[in-house]
DNA sequence: GTGGTCTAGACCACA
DNA sequence: GTGGTCTAGACCACA
Protein backbone atom coordinates (compact mmCIF):
# COMPACT_ATOMS: atom_id res chain seq x y z
CA UNK A 1 0.00 0.00 0.00
CA UNK A 2 1.66 3.10 -1.14
CA UNK A 3 0.54 6.23 0.08
CA UNK A 4 1.33 9.71 -1.71
CA UNK A 5 0.83 12.65 0.25
CA UNK A 6 1.46 16.27 -1.06
CA UNK A 7 2.12 18.79 1.48
CA UNK A 8 1.62 21.81 -0.33
CA UNK A 9 -1.89 20.56 -1.36
CA UNK A 10 -4.76 22.95 0.33
CA UNK A 11 -5.65 18.82 1.55
CA UNK A 12 -4.41 18.76 4.81
CA UNK A 13 -2.43 15.67 5.17
CA UNK A 14 -4.98 13.59 7.36
CA UNK A 15 -7.26 14.05 4.55
CA UNK A 16 -5.00 12.80 2.02
CA UNK A 17 -4.40 9.73 3.69
CA UNK A 18 -7.86 8.98 4.10
CA UNK A 19 -8.52 9.70 0.31
CA UNK A 20 -5.84 7.03 -0.19
CA UNK A 21 -6.76 4.32 1.76
CA UNK A 22 -10.70 4.73 0.44
CA UNK A 23 -9.16 4.36 -3.00
CA UNK A 24 -7.20 1.03 -2.04
CA UNK A 25 -10.20 0.01 -0.51
CA UNK A 26 -12.75 0.54 -3.16
CA UNK A 27 -9.65 -0.36 -5.77
CA UNK A 28 -10.16 -3.70 -4.17
CA UNK A 29 -6.18 -3.44 -3.20
CA UNK A 30 -7.70 -3.62 0.39
CA UNK A 31 -10.05 -5.92 1.20
CA UNK A 32 -12.44 -6.55 3.80
CA UNK A 33 -11.33 -8.12 7.22
CA UNK A 34 -7.33 -7.38 6.22
CA UNK A 35 -5.72 -5.40 8.98
CA UNK A 36 -3.86 -2.53 7.60
CA UNK A 37 -0.74 -1.34 9.27
CA UNK A 38 -0.94 0.32 13.09
CA UNK A 39 -0.72 4.09 13.26
CA UNK A 40 2.70 4.36 14.94
CA UNK A 41 3.73 2.11 12.09
CA UNK A 42 1.87 4.01 8.79
CA UNK A 43 3.46 7.01 10.70
CA UNK A 44 7.00 6.23 10.43
CA UNK A 45 6.50 4.64 6.87
CA UNK A 46 4.86 8.12 5.96
CA UNK A 47 7.26 10.09 7.80
CA UNK A 48 4.24 12.05 9.41
CA UNK A 49 3.02 12.67 12.95
CA UNK A 50 1.15 9.58 14.80
CA UNK A 51 -1.83 11.48 15.49
CA UNK A 52 -2.12 12.69 12.06
CA UNK A 53 -3.07 9.03 11.13
CA UNK A 54 -4.82 8.95 14.19
CA UNK A 55 -6.90 11.46 12.77
CA UNK A 56 -7.29 9.90 9.35
CA UNK A 57 -8.31 6.58 11.10
CA UNK A 58 -10.75 7.95 13.62
CA UNK A 59 -12.04 9.60 10.52
CA UNK A 60 -12.29 6.36 8.79
CA UNK A 61 -13.84 4.71 11.53
CA UNK A 62 -16.40 6.99 11.77
CA UNK A 63 -17.53 6.36 8.18
CA UNK A 64 -17.13 2.82 8.80
CA UNK A 65 -14.50 2.25 6.18
CA UNK A 66 -12.47 0.63 9.22
CA UNK A 67 -12.96 -1.31 12.20
CA UNK A 68 -10.43 -0.42 15.34
CA UNK A 69 -10.06 -3.17 18.03
CA UNK A 70 -8.34 -1.53 20.81
CA UNK A 71 -5.06 -3.81 21.11
CA UNK A 72 -5.75 -5.92 17.88
CA UNK A 73 -5.34 -2.95 15.27
CA UNK A 74 -7.40 -1.52 12.59
CA UNK A 75 -9.01 -3.69 9.77
CA UNK A 76 -11.17 -2.90 7.42
CA UNK A 77 -14.54 -2.92 7.37
CA UNK A 78 -16.53 -6.49 6.40
CA UNK A 79 -19.20 -4.44 4.49
CA UNK A 80 -17.52 -2.04 2.11
CA UNK A 81 -20.31 -1.87 -0.92
CA UNK A 82 -21.84 1.41 0.87
CA UNK A 83 -18.31 3.20 0.84
CA UNK A 84 -17.79 1.96 -2.93
CA UNK A 85 -21.20 2.77 -4.15
CA UNK A 86 -21.01 6.49 -2.08
CA UNK A 87 -17.82 6.73 -3.70
CA UNK A 88 -18.92 6.35 -7.48
CA UNK A 89 -22.25 8.09 -6.85
CA UNK A 90 -19.91 11.21 -5.52
CA UNK A 91 -17.89 10.87 -8.68
CA UNK A 92 -20.54 10.99 -11.19
CA UNK A 93 -22.49 14.00 -9.30
CA UNK A 94 -19.05 15.70 -9.36
CA UNK A 95 -18.89 15.31 -13.09
CA UNK A 96 -22.68 16.51 -13.30
CA UNK A 97 -21.91 19.91 -11.78
CA UNK A 98 -19.01 20.50 -14.17
CA UNK A 99 -20.87 19.57 -17.14
CA UNK A 100 -23.99 22.31 -15.54
CA UNK A 101 -20.94 24.88 -15.64
CA UNK A 102 -19.86 23.93 -19.36
CA UNK A 103 -23.31 24.38 -20.09
CA UNK A 104 -23.54 27.74 -18.40
CA UNK A 105 -21.13 28.34 -21.20
CA UNK A 106 -23.03 27.68 -24.08
CA UNK A 107 -21.64 23.92 -24.69
CA UNK A 108 -23.34 21.20 -25.25
CA UNK A 109 -23.25 18.22 -23.39
CA UNK A 110 -22.81 16.72 -26.76
CA UNK A 111 -19.81 19.00 -27.62
CA UNK A 112 -18.70 17.93 -24.02
CA UNK A 113 -18.63 14.08 -24.62
CA UNK A 114 -17.42 14.30 -27.95
CA UNK A 115 -14.31 16.62 -25.96
CA UNK A 116 -13.87 13.74 -23.78
CA UNK A 117 -13.31 10.93 -25.91
CA UNK A 118 -9.97 12.58 -27.36
CA UNK B 1 -22.05 41.99 -11.07
CA UNK B 2 -23.60 39.26 -8.32
CA UNK B 3 -21.02 38.11 -5.99
CA UNK B 4 -21.96 35.53 -4.19
CA UNK B 5 -19.30 34.55 -0.72
CA UNK B 6 -19.49 31.55 1.15
CA UNK B 7 -18.21 32.15 4.46
CA UNK B 8 -18.08 28.21 5.38
CA UNK B 9 -16.45 27.00 2.24
CA UNK B 10 -12.90 26.07 2.80
CA UNK B 11 -12.22 28.12 -0.31
CA UNK B 12 -10.67 31.37 1.00
CA UNK B 13 -12.67 34.08 0.51
CA UNK B 14 -10.27 36.11 -1.86
CA UNK B 15 -10.68 33.04 -3.99
CA UNK B 16 -14.54 32.86 -4.28
CA UNK B 17 -13.77 36.61 -5.11
CA UNK B 18 -11.57 35.31 -8.34
CA UNK B 19 -13.69 32.63 -9.30
CA UNK B 20 -16.76 34.87 -9.25
CA UNK B 21 -14.93 37.67 -11.60
CA UNK B 22 -13.73 34.89 -13.97
CA UNK B 23 -17.24 33.24 -14.12
CA UNK B 24 -18.87 36.61 -15.43
CA UNK B 25 -15.91 37.08 -18.20
CA UNK B 26 -16.47 33.59 -19.16
CA UNK B 27 -19.88 34.17 -19.29
CA UNK B 28 -19.30 37.24 -20.96
CA UNK B 29 -21.17 39.29 -18.44
CA UNK B 30 -17.72 41.41 -18.16
CA UNK B 31 -16.39 42.14 -21.19
CA UNK B 32 -13.01 42.78 -23.07
CA UNK B 33 -11.67 46.47 -21.38
CA UNK B 34 -14.78 46.82 -19.26
CA UNK B 35 -13.69 48.39 -15.68
CA UNK B 36 -14.34 46.54 -12.47
CA UNK B 37 -15.44 47.69 -9.11
CA UNK B 38 -12.69 49.92 -7.54
CA UNK B 39 -10.80 47.77 -4.72
CA UNK B 40 -12.68 49.72 -2.22
CA UNK B 41 -15.91 49.99 -3.63
CA UNK B 42 -15.88 46.12 -4.45
CA UNK B 43 -14.82 45.49 -0.48
CA UNK B 44 -17.86 47.93 1.19
CA UNK B 45 -20.21 45.74 -1.34
CA UNK B 46 -19.16 42.52 -0.44
CA UNK B 47 -18.55 43.57 3.30
CA UNK B 48 -15.17 42.30 3.75
CA UNK B 49 -11.85 44.12 3.58
CA UNK B 50 -9.92 46.05 1.15
CA UNK B 51 -6.60 43.76 1.58
CA UNK B 52 -8.81 40.68 0.41
CA UNK B 53 -10.20 42.22 -2.52
CA UNK B 54 -6.51 43.38 -3.01
CA UNK B 55 -5.75 39.85 -2.72
CA UNK B 56 -7.72 38.76 -5.51
CA UNK B 57 -7.09 41.35 -7.74
CA UNK B 58 -3.75 40.37 -7.86
CA UNK B 59 -4.12 36.98 -8.68
CA UNK B 60 -6.69 37.72 -11.37
CA UNK B 61 -4.07 40.54 -12.78
CA UNK B 62 -1.03 37.64 -12.80
CA UNK B 63 -3.06 35.71 -14.73
CA UNK B 64 -3.86 38.96 -17.33
CA UNK B 65 -7.41 38.19 -16.86
CA UNK B 66 -7.77 42.19 -15.69
CA UNK B 67 -5.13 44.94 -15.43
CA UNK B 68 -4.94 47.37 -13.02
CA UNK B 69 -3.66 50.75 -13.34
CA UNK B 70 -2.91 52.97 -10.44
CA UNK B 71 -4.77 55.71 -9.52
CA UNK B 72 -7.38 54.61 -12.88
CA UNK B 73 -9.06 50.90 -11.75
CA UNK B 74 -9.10 47.57 -12.60
CA UNK B 75 -10.07 46.39 -15.74
CA UNK B 76 -11.10 43.27 -18.06
CA UNK B 77 -8.23 42.76 -20.45
CA UNK B 78 -8.29 43.15 -23.80
CA UNK B 79 -7.47 39.64 -24.76
CA UNK B 80 -9.58 37.13 -22.44
CA UNK B 81 -9.83 34.09 -25.01
CA UNK B 82 -7.23 32.69 -23.41
CA UNK B 83 -9.06 32.92 -20.48
CA UNK B 84 -12.28 31.26 -21.80
CA UNK B 85 -10.07 28.23 -23.46
CA UNK B 86 -7.86 27.68 -20.62
CA UNK B 87 -11.01 27.50 -18.02
CA UNK B 88 -12.73 25.22 -20.61
CA UNK B 89 -9.98 22.85 -20.85
CA UNK B 90 -9.50 22.82 -17.42
CA UNK B 91 -12.89 21.78 -17.04
CA UNK B 92 -12.53 18.93 -19.32
CA UNK B 93 -9.36 17.75 -17.96
CA UNK B 94 -10.64 17.22 -14.34
CA UNK B 95 -13.82 15.50 -15.90
CA UNK B 96 -11.30 13.20 -17.75
CA UNK B 97 -9.41 12.59 -14.43
CA UNK B 98 -12.82 11.51 -12.43
CA UNK B 99 -13.43 9.42 -15.60
CA UNK B 100 -10.38 7.22 -15.31
CA UNK B 101 -10.64 6.96 -11.68
CA UNK B 102 -14.07 5.57 -12.18
CA UNK B 103 -12.63 3.35 -14.93
CA UNK B 104 -9.97 2.33 -12.28
CA UNK B 105 -13.42 0.72 -10.89
CA UNK B 106 -14.11 -1.38 -13.20
CA UNK B 107 -16.66 0.90 -15.05
CA UNK B 108 -16.70 1.54 -18.37
CA UNK B 109 -16.88 4.85 -20.04
CA UNK B 110 -19.56 3.87 -21.65
CA UNK B 111 -21.26 3.30 -18.18
CA UNK B 112 -20.38 6.67 -17.04
CA UNK B 113 -21.55 8.25 -19.51
CA UNK B 114 -25.46 6.33 -19.52
CA UNK B 115 -25.40 7.29 -15.53
CA UNK B 116 -24.75 10.92 -16.59
CA UNK B 117 -27.55 11.40 -18.73
CA UNK B 118 -29.93 10.09 -15.67
CA UNK C 1 7.52 64.09 -30.28
CA UNK C 2 6.27 60.91 -29.39
CA UNK C 3 5.42 60.20 -25.59
CA UNK C 4 4.85 56.86 -24.53
CA UNK C 5 3.94 55.99 -21.42
CA UNK C 6 3.28 53.23 -19.63
CA UNK C 7 0.37 52.77 -17.05
CA UNK C 8 1.60 49.73 -15.51
CA UNK C 9 4.78 50.65 -14.54
CA UNK C 10 5.79 51.34 -11.26
CA UNK C 11 7.48 54.67 -12.15
CA UNK C 12 5.14 57.55 -12.16
CA UNK C 13 3.76 59.12 -14.88
CA UNK C 14 4.92 62.92 -14.83
CA UNK C 15 8.55 60.97 -14.32
CA UNK C 16 8.03 58.73 -17.24
CA UNK C 17 7.22 62.45 -19.15
CA UNK C 18 10.42 63.79 -17.52
CA UNK C 19 12.40 60.89 -18.83
CA UNK C 20 11.21 60.79 -21.96
CA UNK C 21 11.89 64.57 -23.00
CA UNK C 22 15.03 64.12 -21.55
CA UNK C 23 15.50 61.25 -24.25
CA UNK C 24 14.93 63.47 -27.11
CA UNK C 25 17.11 66.01 -25.71
CA UNK C 26 19.79 64.03 -25.81
CA UNK C 27 19.30 62.20 -28.59
CA UNK C 28 18.85 66.14 -30.76
CA UNK C 29 15.29 65.36 -31.68
CA UNK C 30 14.64 68.07 -29.15
CA UNK C 31 16.98 71.15 -29.45
CA UNK C 32 18.00 74.01 -27.51
CA UNK C 33 15.80 76.98 -27.49
CA UNK C 34 12.88 75.02 -29.75
CA UNK C 35 9.70 75.39 -28.17
CA UNK C 36 8.18 72.51 -26.28
CA UNK C 37 4.08 71.78 -26.76
CA UNK C 38 1.94 74.07 -24.05
CA UNK C 39 1.03 72.15 -20.72
CA UNK C 40 -2.64 71.72 -21.84
CA UNK C 41 -1.73 70.63 -25.40
CA UNK C 42 0.54 67.81 -23.99
CA UNK C 43 -1.76 67.06 -21.56
CA UNK C 44 -4.93 66.46 -24.39
CA UNK C 45 -2.46 64.56 -26.56
CA UNK C 46 -1.24 62.28 -23.65
CA UNK C 47 -4.47 61.45 -22.16
CA UNK C 48 -3.25 62.66 -18.75
CA UNK C 49 -4.36 65.67 -16.60
CA UNK C 50 -2.67 68.65 -16.98
CA UNK C 51 -1.33 68.97 -13.65
CA UNK C 52 0.80 65.86 -14.06
CA UNK C 53 2.54 67.44 -16.94
CA UNK C 54 2.80 71.19 -14.79
CA UNK C 55 4.60 68.43 -12.39
CA UNK C 56 7.32 67.06 -14.90
CA UNK C 57 7.72 70.73 -16.62
CA UNK C 58 8.38 72.31 -13.05
CA UNK C 59 11.29 69.18 -12.51
CA UNK C 60 12.56 69.68 -15.87
CA UNK C 61 12.84 73.98 -15.31
CA UNK C 62 14.25 72.57 -11.83
CA UNK C 63 16.62 70.20 -13.72
CA UNK C 64 17.27 73.15 -15.76
CA UNK C 65 16.60 71.04 -18.91
CA UNK C 66 13.77 73.41 -20.22
CA UNK C 67 13.15 77.15 -19.47
CA UNK C 68 9.39 78.75 -19.04
CA UNK C 69 9.25 82.00 -19.65
CA UNK C 70 5.51 82.95 -18.38
CA UNK C 71 3.29 83.71 -20.89
CA UNK C 72 5.66 82.86 -23.94
CA UNK C 73 5.80 78.74 -23.12
CA UNK C 74 8.27 76.51 -22.62
CA UNK C 75 11.54 76.08 -24.09
CA UNK C 76 14.43 73.65 -23.99
CA UNK C 77 17.44 75.48 -22.23
CA UNK C 78 20.15 76.61 -24.55
CA UNK C 79 22.97 74.71 -22.93
CA UNK C 80 22.37 71.11 -22.91
CA UNK C 81 25.61 69.41 -22.54
CA UNK C 82 25.27 68.78 -18.74
CA UNK C 83 22.14 67.21 -19.52
CA UNK C 84 23.86 64.99 -21.89
CA UNK C 85 26.99 64.33 -19.74
CA UNK C 86 25.18 63.48 -16.58
CA UNK C 87 22.37 61.31 -18.65
CA UNK C 88 25.76 59.78 -20.08
CA UNK C 89 27.75 59.01 -16.60
CA UNK C 90 24.23 57.52 -15.45
CA UNK C 91 23.73 55.15 -17.38
CA UNK C 92 27.79 54.25 -17.66
CA UNK C 93 27.77 53.96 -13.50
CA UNK C 94 24.49 51.96 -14.27
CA UNK C 95 26.68 49.43 -16.26
CA UNK C 96 29.20 49.69 -13.63
CA UNK C 97 26.74 48.29 -10.73
CA UNK C 98 25.31 45.87 -13.05
CA UNK C 99 28.64 43.94 -13.65
CA UNK C 100 29.68 44.47 -9.68
CA UNK C 101 26.74 42.33 -9.02
CA UNK C 102 27.75 39.91 -11.49
CA UNK C 103 31.51 39.54 -10.45
CA UNK C 104 30.38 38.96 -7.06
CA UNK C 105 27.88 36.04 -9.24
CA UNK C 106 31.76 34.52 -9.66
CA UNK C 107 31.88 35.75 -13.31
CA UNK C 108 34.86 37.58 -14.60
CA UNK C 109 34.56 41.03 -16.61
CA UNK C 110 35.89 39.56 -19.45
CA UNK C 111 32.74 37.19 -19.52
CA UNK C 112 30.68 39.61 -19.46
CA UNK C 113 31.85 41.41 -22.13
CA UNK C 114 32.10 38.62 -24.32
CA UNK C 115 28.39 38.26 -23.42
CA UNK C 116 27.63 41.44 -24.59
CA UNK C 117 28.91 40.63 -27.98
CA UNK C 118 26.00 38.05 -28.49
CA UNK D 1 21.54 35.34 6.59
CA UNK D 2 21.76 38.77 6.38
CA UNK D 3 19.02 41.01 5.37
CA UNK D 4 19.57 44.77 4.76
CA UNK D 5 16.41 46.92 4.10
CA UNK D 6 16.07 50.17 3.00
CA UNK D 7 13.26 51.88 4.45
CA UNK D 8 13.92 55.58 2.02
CA UNK D 9 14.08 53.63 -0.97
CA UNK D 10 11.07 53.28 -3.81
CA UNK D 11 11.82 49.67 -3.76
CA UNK D 12 8.75 47.66 -1.44
CA UNK D 13 10.02 46.29 1.60
CA UNK D 14 8.54 42.66 0.27
CA UNK D 15 10.47 43.21 -2.98
CA UNK D 16 13.38 44.05 -1.10
CA UNK D 17 13.39 40.99 0.88
CA UNK D 18 13.00 38.82 -2.25
CA UNK D 19 15.88 40.53 -4.03
CA UNK D 20 18.16 39.62 -0.90
CA UNK D 21 17.05 36.30 -1.09
CA UNK D 22 17.51 35.81 -4.63
CA UNK D 23 20.91 37.01 -4.12
CA UNK D 24 22.21 34.80 -1.43
CA UNK D 25 20.26 31.90 -3.44
CA UNK D 26 22.44 33.00 -6.82
CA UNK D 27 25.11 33.19 -4.42
CA UNK D 28 25.16 29.87 -2.71
CA UNK D 29 24.72 31.51 0.36
CA UNK D 30 21.18 29.38 1.14
CA UNK D 31 21.63 26.00 -0.52
CA UNK D 32 18.60 23.82 -2.63
CA UNK D 33 16.47 22.39 0.35
CA UNK D 34 17.89 24.28 2.97
CA UNK D 35 15.36 25.86 5.51
CA UNK D 36 14.62 29.62 5.76
CA UNK D 37 13.75 31.47 8.04
CA UNK D 38 9.61 31.26 9.54
CA UNK D 39 7.96 34.07 8.68
CA UNK D 40 6.73 35.29 11.95
CA UNK D 41 10.70 34.42 13.18
CA UNK D 42 12.19 36.27 10.12
CA UNK D 43 9.37 39.44 10.47
CA UNK D 44 10.72 39.96 14.13
CA UNK D 45 14.34 39.73 13.50
CA UNK D 46 13.74 42.52 10.51
CA UNK D 47 11.05 44.48 12.53
CA UNK D 48 8.55 44.68 10.01
CA UNK D 49 5.25 43.14 9.87
CA UNK D 50 4.83 38.78 9.49
CA UNK D 51 2.47 39.82 6.35
CA UNK D 52 5.38 41.76 4.57
CA UNK D 53 7.65 38.61 4.70
CA UNK D 54 4.44 36.49 4.05
CA UNK D 55 3.86 38.71 0.73
CA UNK D 56 8.06 38.19 -0.29
CA UNK D 57 7.12 34.36 0.96
CA UNK D 58 4.51 34.15 -1.30
CA UNK D 59 6.10 35.94 -4.67
CA UNK D 60 9.59 33.73 -4.10
CA UNK D 61 7.33 30.21 -4.04
CA UNK D 62 5.67 31.69 -7.22
CA UNK D 63 8.82 32.26 -8.70
CA UNK D 64 9.32 28.59 -7.73
CA UNK D 65 12.41 30.06 -5.61
CA UNK D 66 11.40 28.35 -2.27
CA UNK D 67 8.77 25.98 -1.49
CA UNK D 68 6.72 26.30 1.44
CA UNK D 69 5.06 23.24 3.35
CA UNK D 70 1.94 24.26 5.67
CA UNK D 71 2.86 23.91 9.34
CA UNK D 72 6.55 22.59 8.56
CA UNK D 73 8.08 25.69 7.28
CA UNK D 74 9.78 27.29 3.94
CA UNK D 75 12.80 25.74 1.89
CA UNK D 76 14.99 26.99 -0.91
CA UNK D 77 13.45 24.71 -4.26
CA UNK D 78 15.71 21.89 -5.26
CA UNK D 79 16.38 22.73 -8.46
CA UNK D 80 17.39 26.42 -8.59
CA UNK D 81 19.63 26.77 -11.45
CA UNK D 82 16.74 27.63 -13.58
CA UNK D 83 17.08 30.79 -11.10
CA UNK D 84 20.64 31.47 -11.37
CA UNK D 85 20.47 31.43 -15.32
CA UNK D 86 17.58 33.78 -15.21
CA UNK D 87 18.62 36.60 -13.05
CA UNK D 88 22.07 36.41 -14.95
CA UNK D 89 20.63 36.70 -18.30
CA UNK D 90 18.35 39.63 -16.92
CA UNK D 91 21.34 41.68 -16.03
CA UNK D 92 23.07 40.61 -19.53
CA UNK D 93 20.17 41.94 -21.12
CA UNK D 94 19.75 45.19 -18.67
CA UNK D 95 23.58 45.92 -20.03
CA UNK D 96 22.77 45.40 -23.58
CA UNK D 97 19.69 47.82 -23.02
CA UNK D 98 21.70 50.47 -21.20
CA UNK D 99 24.16 50.55 -23.93
CA UNK D 100 21.62 50.32 -26.85
CA UNK D 101 20.70 53.55 -25.18
CA UNK D 102 24.42 55.26 -25.14
CA UNK D 103 25.06 53.62 -28.96
CA UNK D 104 21.12 56.07 -29.92
CA UNK D 105 23.25 58.81 -28.56
CA UNK D 106 26.20 58.51 -30.83
CA UNK D 107 28.81 56.39 -28.29
CA UNK D 108 30.27 53.76 -30.01
CA UNK D 109 30.36 50.36 -28.01
CA UNK D 110 34.44 50.07 -28.20
CA UNK D 111 34.27 53.65 -26.28
CA UNK D 112 31.24 52.47 -23.78
CA UNK D 113 33.62 49.43 -23.19
CA UNK D 114 36.77 51.55 -22.73
CA UNK D 115 34.85 54.09 -20.01
CA UNK D 116 33.54 50.53 -18.02
CA UNK D 117 37.67 49.96 -17.04
CA UNK D 118 38.01 53.61 -15.41
C1' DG E 1 5.33 25.85 16.19
C1' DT E 2 4.00 26.96 11.31
C1' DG E 3 1.60 28.85 7.68
C1' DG E 4 -3.13 30.78 5.84
C1' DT E 5 -6.60 34.08 5.99
C1' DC E 6 -8.72 38.02 7.35
C1' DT E 7 -10.05 42.46 9.70
C1' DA E 8 -9.25 47.31 10.73
C1' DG E 9 -7.16 50.91 9.45
C1' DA E 10 -3.26 54.14 8.45
C1' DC E 11 -0.36 56.67 5.30
C1' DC E 12 1.45 57.57 0.82
C1' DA E 13 1.95 58.95 -4.10
C1' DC E 14 -0.35 59.93 -7.93
C1' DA E 15 -3.94 61.69 -11.07
C1' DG F 1 -10.69 59.07 -6.02
C1' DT F 2 -7.52 55.06 -6.84
C1' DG F 3 -4.24 51.76 -5.96
C1' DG F 4 0.16 50.33 -3.11
C1' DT F 5 2.21 49.27 1.07
C1' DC F 6 2.43 48.38 5.66
C1' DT F 7 1.36 47.74 10.70
C1' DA F 8 -0.99 45.34 14.43
C1' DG F 9 -3.02 41.63 15.54
C1' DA F 10 -6.63 37.95 15.66
C1' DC F 11 -8.21 33.32 14.75
C1' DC F 12 -7.82 28.96 12.48
C1' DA F 13 -6.27 24.31 11.01
C1' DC F 14 -2.75 21.39 11.06
C1' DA F 15 1.36 18.81 12.63
Given at each position: MLINL???SRTPIYEQ???EIERYVVLGVLK???QIPAIRELAIQLG???NTVKKAYEELERKKVI???STKGSYIAT???DIINEKTSNKINEIKAIIKELE???ISK???IKKLEN
Amino acid sequence: MLINLNYQSRTPIYEQIIDEIERYVVLGVLKPNEQIPAIRELAIQLGVNPNTVKKAYEELERKKVIVTLSTKGSYIATNITDIINEKTSNKINEIKAIIKELEQLGISKEEIIKKLEN
